[in-house]
């Protein structure tokens, strides 16, 4: 009889040990999630930035067209163009990345 009350109690520890483990490792991954979150946004803001910046850019560089070369304004526009696209694929990773968090 003693063994099986040994062997119940050796049972409990190691399953409330399990139970106490993964409620932890449940606030860890919890923490982690919000921590990727808040840097998700944090990166979402700059990419929001840096397209108000371009655009913000461009429409200057539009009103004073006549003190560039067309061919520096060409430039100009696929630098911007280039950065754009860049931006776009960056945020829909970022967006990509947000929904499997």
Known sequence: ALIFW???????????????RRRQLSAEIKSMQFEIRRTLKREQEAVD???L??????????L?????SKLELEDLRSVV???????????????????QV
Do not use: H, P, W
């Open 6 to 20: 040994f062997g119940l109690l050796v049972y409990t520890c190691k399953r409330q040990t399990t139970v106490m």
């Open 64 to 68: 004073d067209a006549g003190n560039f």
């Open 49 to 51: 930035l840096v397209k």
């Open 81 to 99: 163009d280039t950065i754009t696209c860049q931006l776009t694929e960056l945020e829909r990773r970022l967006d990509s990345f947000d929904r």
């Open 53 to 62: 910046l371009l655009r913000s850019g461009m429409a200057n560089i539009d």
